[in-house]
């Protein structure tokens, strides 16, 4: 068995790619309250901040802040995956899972990659906006609903239209 080892960076910022088990799944968009709610519950429990995020319907895309002196991003996934499945029935499950309490909602692992610096932010936090475009659920980015792109585009920070009809590419991790 591997012992997979996270990196450990205090305060540090972070990409995130979590998966439903069942890649093929609504189940993220069709509860998206029940995932606002444990969200919000976790950040009130465990303050972080939430620099980007989309949610699609089998998989979430983030990029978080973490406090000074604080690298436990693991908890705080943990903490909500748990809380959102919460009340939800157990999708179909190997023994192991059961042993574990797992419902079988949520794929194990998750993808997690340090913020190395100022271009591999932006083009992270790019990368979480235009996943909707990215996997054909909407033709453009302003039309996906579930995406912290509505916040940058409020703040100025993003115009409506941005990234048009481009297509983005790079290293990101899935």
Same mark, same amino acid.
């Given at each position: ?7 450990k ?6 990409f ?5 088990? *069942?890649?093929?799944? *609504?189940?993220l ?35 978080w802040q ?5 690298? *436990? ?11 959102f ?14 042993r574990?309490?797992?419902?079988g909602?949520?794929?194990?692992r ?6 190395r ?36 585009v ?6 409506? *239209? ?8 790079g290293?990101?991790?899935?």
């Amino acid at each position: 068995m591997s012992r997979y080892r996270r990196l450990k960076i205090e305060g540090g910022a972070f990409f995130f790619t979590l998966a439903l088990a *069942d890649r093929g799944s *609504d189940l993220l968009v069709r509860h998206i309250e029940r995932l606002r709610g444990a969200y919000a519950e976790v950040e009130k429990r465990r303050p972080f901040e939430t620099v980007a995020i989309c949610i699609l319907p089998d998989h979430i895309h983030a990029l978080w802040q973490l406090p000074d002196g604080d690298a *436990d991003y693991a908890s705080r996934w943990s903490l909500l995956k748990s809380s959102f499945s919460r009340g939800l029935p157990s999708a179909k499950r190997t023994m192991s899972k059961i042993r574990k309490r797992e419902k079988g909602i949520w794929q194990r692992r998750y993808w997690e990659h340090a913020i190395r610096n100022d271009a591999d932010f932006e083009r992270h936090v790019d990368y979480i906006h235009y996943n909707p475009v990215k996997h054909g659920l909407v033709t453009r980015v302003a039309d996906w609903p579930f995406s912290s792109f509505h916040r940058y585009v409020a703040q100025g920070i993003l115009h409506g *239209d941005w990234a048009g009809d481009a297509k983005l590419s790079g290293p990101f991790g899935e």
